[in-house]
């Protein structure tokens, strides 16, 4: 471990160096340093500073063609291979929605971009546009495949680079606290009031921030009707139990800039120490279920009937990761999905055994 506060850009690629089988965010972490940071020390290496305009991306991300599109927190990694299709921008929140890579994007959140090549220890070169938020964490990161466009790619570095390339980046400091469940008293009442009217699931979060209440309180207070606390092993349990009759599911994995969706079924899953694994020809999904602190099941009425998720928690109260039947607008949640979520075991039950 490097003994100063802030280690040199020089330090920094001698100890990625020396550590090549380490991931970056792990490199990071040990140096005490944001993973923008880490980038930042290749450029003019295996760095370049490009812009990071989200949506000025999103209009040219097609171009690259098939792509492995990967948006993670410090959970859960969600990787979609595929096109960036089907783009809406817009100024506060914009949508890709293509067959395989679905986002929801916040481009405030948007604050550094690279473009990396890495040479592996085979020769190969292995390309990305990586984007982080103003603290150094990773929001989203595009990283190029055998059949991607390379002149696509070369083209769209080129036409982002900026004019700083410093191979320095210090980040901001001081990013928001999670919802760690406490704060003003809930109103109980007035909860269950608003949660039953809901006709939408999108609703959810205007609901929490009209109330001023953080989800983690919500759920503890609305009552085991619409929201019950299950055991964390119980992901787990649904990944296996959906992928024997086949079940289509909707996974979200989310951080402050990116919402990355998988719609389908699931089939290669893989516990390995604590990371629970799905590895699929489209869909890559790393767990650490050892960070989750709560699961709930939770049921949300919208015109179509109500809707069931599967919602995890961290030790700060941040959702990590969610998951629904895949369902279709207009159309009631599958009887399966329901059935399944619903013979999941209850934490209590677990406690009691």
């Not at 292995?126 to 103003?134: G, Y």
């Not at 389908?264 to 020809?281: Q, S």
């Given at each position: ?5 802030r280690?040199?850009p ?14 970056e ?8 340093i944001?993973?923008?940071a880490?980038v ?5 290496l ?11 991306f ?9 792509v ?11 990787e979609k291979i ?14 890709v929605l293509?067959?395989?890579i679905?986002?929801r994007?916040f481009p405030?959140?948007?604050a550094?971009?690279f ?13 990305s ?6 603290w ?11 059949t ?15 004019e ?13 606290a ?15 009031d ?7 699931t999108?609703?959810?979060?205007g609901?929490?921030?009209?109330l001023?209440?953080g989800?983690?309180?919500?759920l503890?207070a609305v ?5 019950w ?10 990944m296996?139990?959906s992928?024997?009759?086949e079940l ?5 994995v ?8 998988h ?6 899953i893989?516990?390995?120490?604590p990371?629970?694994n799905v ?5 890559h999904l790393h ?9 709930w ?16 928690l961290?030790a ?6 969610q998951f629904?039947?895949?369902?279709k ?6 009887p ?8 999941l075991?209850?934490l209590?039950?677990i406690?009691?055994?």
């Amino acid at each position: 471990m490097i003994d100063s506060t802030r280690p040199t850009p020089t330090e920094i690629r001698a100890y990625r160096a020396a550590n090549p089988t380490l991931r970056e965010r792990d490199i990071a972490a040990q140096l005490g340093i944001s993973e923008a940071a880490l980038v930042a020390a290749g450029c003019g290496l295996t760095a370049s500073r490009i812009d990071a305009d989200a949506n000025r991306f999103l209009e040219r991300a097609e171009e690259l063609g098939e792509v492995m599109a990967l948006t993670r927190n410090e959970t859960a990694v969600h990787e979609k291979i595929g096109v960036y299709e089907n783009v809406k921008a817009g100024p506060a929140a914009s949508l890709v929605l293509g067959s395989e890579i679905d986002l929801r994007v916040f481009p405030s959140a948007w604050a550094h971009g690279f473009a990396v090549s890495k040479t592996g220890a085979n020769g190969d070169v292995r390309r990305s546009l990586q984007f982080f938020d103003k603290w150094g964490n990773a929001v989203h990161k595009i990283h190029l495949r055998p059949t991607s466009d390379l002149e696509a790619y070369n083209r769209i570095v080129a036409e982002f680079r900026l004019e700083d390339q410093s191979h320095e980046l210090v980040a901001e400091v001081g990013a928001p606290a999670g919802d760690d469940g406490t704060g003003i008293a809930v109103d109980t009442e007035a909860l269950r009031d608003h949660w039953t009217k809901l006709t939408d699931t999108h609703q959810f979060h205007g609901m929490l921030r009209n109330l001023k209440i953080g989800r983690r309180q919500a759920l503890h207070a609305v009552g085991d009707d619409l929201a019950w606390q299950l055991d964390a092993g119980g992901i787990e349990m649904m990944m296996r139990g959906s992928a024997e009759i086949e079940l289509p599911i909707m996974c979200f994995v989310g951080n402050a800039g990116v919402i990355q969706i998988h719609s389908g079924p699931v089939a290669n899953i893989a516990a390995m120490g604590p990371w629970l694994n799905v590895m699929d020809p489209t869909f890559h999904l790393h767990l650490r279920t050892d960070h989750i602190a709560e699961l709930w099941a939770v049921r949300k009425p919208t015109s179509d009937g109500h809707v069931t998720s599967l919602e995890a928690l961290d030790a700060k109260g941040e959702m990590v990761i969610q998951f629904f039947g895949k369902r279709k607008e207009g159309y009631a949640e599958r009887p399966e999905w329901r059935g399944l979520v619903e013979t999941l075991p209850h934490l209590h039950s677990i406690a009691a055994a």
